[in-house]
């Protein structure tokens, strides 16, 4: 989703948006002062991303995003524009701050007529129908109205959000508006950001209107940005030697799925673990070498194998190409006993689903939704319809840190007050397969270098997003590798060295 940069780094539920409107009013600035200054903000962005438009039509609803869509339509026609609104609740309806800007609309010459009627073949349409009040799903004559919004083929910019989006969870509410950019207020929402969200929001901007009065709030979560991680890992001292940056051990790549651990492998390598080992099938130890002569690379048959490896090493990752058969079941219990920092990913993840137990605070959980849902007993379209509320469920049902998968990543560990970490950053070329396993061997690898899980978790989250973003940039989305992250990953993690 492209943004703007100005965006402020917390993220608030509707409801404490509400209460922070709340206070901007009660400390002296008016409804109608902040819907003015909406509209401002919205016109300012509207000119910018479209400057040779000249025709607006607005879709009204009742709420405070009818009142700056009307002024909204004011400022146009005083610019010169065709501006109209079509109103989907009669502007009779309007109350308070809202009606007093429909008042001004009318007394300003826009022309309002009522919904539905035809939407025009050119232009800009603004979404001013629903707001973060919204409530189970979209009924008609709105469902209707974004019906014809999304068909008409016209640029779309959403006030505050699209409607039929909700703004905690980024869920669909039966529908809802796509829209090309979007202008929120007071404080950004996560359903901006995570699950269907940055499919209908397009271009995100954020105008503040005010500055915040009374005591702070508490956030739901906070963006993930490289200037809060780079400093994690110190510089390296001249006498640096291997042995200080941790000895990670990458447990998989069963019969038939030797690539997945060879991917994870070499991304640890490249993200800074002093020494990297592999515990694999026979079969896997030769291509493994050929490709990374740098890892040390052993055949495991059984548990007692891998007990001896499990003695050398200080973090762990297990579960890419691990399987489901007997022995991935005997890899994964072996490494359940050990009190070592590691990532579970993968087939590791469906194991631990059909058999659940408490880990290590100091363990990580990487699922996609379909995993979480099976780690939770419910459907992916549950985990996708609440994903805080998935995630939060999983740190407290196994007692660790979390990374939620998808557009929108999330993340949290057990320390109780952290805020859970939000990453913005991606794009759909990352949908192929071995992303999952580049992101467990970085995040293994920094826990190797003794990162504190949640900050593994979070930075590795950030660095893999970031690396996705950059290697699209230069060659484009589609063909996109897990490989290809590598270079990318290192480059972000050398960043803080040009300081």
């Not at 579970?344 to 058999?355: C, E």
């Not at 379209?381 to 979390?402: I, K, N, S, W």
């Amino acid at each position: 989703m492209p943004m703007r940069p100005e965006l402020p780094l917390h993220l608030y539920s509707a409801a404490a948006t509400r209460q922070l409107d709340a206070q901007i009013i009660a400390a002296g600035t008016s409804g109608l002062e902040l819907m003015q200054r909406a509209a401002a903000a919205l016109w300012r962005e509207l000119r910018r991303r479209w400057p040779d438009a000249n025709r607006l039509t607005v879709l009204c609803g009742s709420g405070n995003n009818a009142g700056d869509g009307y002024l909204v339509a004011l400022l146009a026609r005083r610019a010169g524009w065709q501006a109209r609104v079509l109103a989907v609740t009669a502007p009779q309806q309007l109350q308070g701050d809202a009606a007093s800007a429909w008042q001004l609309a009318v007394q300003g010459g826009v022309d309002v007529h009522g919904w539905p009627e035809q939407l025009p073949p050119d232009g800009v349409l603004l979404d001013a129908l629903l707001g973060t009040g919204l409530r189970g799903e979209v009924r008609e004559p709105f469902a209707g109205a974004i019906a014809a919004i999304n068909a008409s083929d016209l640029p779309v910019l959403a006030v505050d959000l699209p409607s039929g989006l909700q703004a905690d969870t980024g869920a669909v509410l039966g529908s809802a508006v796509r829209a090309d950019l979007t202008v929120t207020f007071i404080a950004l929402k996560p359903g901006l950001f995570t699950a269907a969200g940055p499919d209908q929001v397009g271009e995100l901007c954020f105008a503040p209107l005010a500055e915040l009065a009374g005591p702070p709030l508490p956030p739901l979560m906070q963006r993930l940005e490289l200037e809060d991680c780079k400093s994690l890992l110190p510089a390296r001292p001249k006498a640096a030697h291997k042995g200080m940056f941790g000895h990670l051990l990458l447990i998989g790549g069963n019969q038939g799925m030797g690539g997945a651990i060879v991917l994870a492998a070499e991304t640890a390598l490249r993200c800074g673990a002093g020494k990297v080992s592999v515990a694999t099938r026979p079969e896997h130890v030769a291509p493994l070498l050929a490709r990374c002569p740098e890892v040390m690379a052993h055949a495991v048959a059984d548990a007692a194998q891998l007990a001896a490896l499990l003695d050398q090493v200080t973090a762990l990752v297990i579960g890419p190409g691990l399987g489901r058969d007997d022995w991935a079941m005997q890899m994964l219990d072996q490494a359940l006993q050990r009190e070592l920092p590691q990532i579970l990913d993968a087939d590791a993840l469906n194991l631990l689903a059909a058999r659940p137990q408490t880990l290590d605070r100091r363990s990580v959980l990487t699922p996609h939704p379909a995993e979480a849902a099976r780690l939770l007993g419910c459907s992916t379209a549950e985990v996708q319809a609440d994903r805080l509320a998935a995630l939060e469920q999983l740190v407290e049902r196994f007692g660790c840190a979390v990374v939620l998968k998808g557009v929108g990543s999330l993340v949290a560990d057990a320390e109780p007050g952290r805020l859970p970490g939000l990453c913005q950053y991606g794009n759909p070329g990352m949908a192929t397969a071995g992303m999952g396993d580049v992101l467990s061997g970085l995040i293994g690898a920094l826990l190797a270098q003794r990162l504190e899980v949640g900050q593994a978790a979070r930075y590795g989250v950030l660095l893999h997003a970031l690396a996705g973003d950059r290697a699209s940039g230069q060659n484009g989305q589609l063909g996109l590798l897990a490989g290809d992250l590598i270079e990318h990953i290192r480059y972000y993690l050398n960043l803080r060295d040009s300081r």
